[in-house]
């Protein structure tokens, strides 16, 4: 149990250091403008263009093979929502069990 706080707080520092806004497994399917509503249009606007930026760079093979639109519809935003969270968890889970494994291994 005590992982998975760990590994939501690593997740959530690393989407806020990246410049998007934080997003858990929880409000994945909330839309993305509920959690910039506290956030100026133009900070709001630079999270939007980051979010972009770093799903291009996690599915290149998506945008390569034509599988996006330029319209994308509900669906297709969710997909992106979703890989870019994935991408995040799996980096979160690597520090998590590095973090445990130096805290809880030996004192070298």
């Known amino acids: 149990m005590a992982n998975t706080s760990v ?3 690593f997740l959530e520092i690393m ?3 990246e410049g ?3 997003l858990s497994s929880k409000t994945i399917r909330n839309d993305v403008n509920r959690a910039l509503i506290d956030v100026s249009p133009d900070e709001a606007r630079k999270m939007r263009r980051k979010f972009r930026k770093l799903w291009r760079k996690i599915s290149p093979h998506m945008i390569h093979k ?3 639109s330029n319209k994308p519809g509900k669906r297709e935003l969710m997909c992106r929502k ?3 969270f994935s991408h995040f968890l799996r ?3 690597k520090k ?3 973090f445990l494994k130096k805290g809880n291994g030996d004192a070298r």
């Open 66 to 68: 034509g599988l996006c």
């Open 15 to 17: 989407m806020i250091a």
């Open 20 to 22: 998007i806004a934080p």
């Open 7 to 9: 590994e939501e707080i």
């Open 82 to 84: 979703m890989n870019v």
């Open 96 to 98: 998590t069990k590095d």
């Open 91 to 93: 980096e979160a889970k």
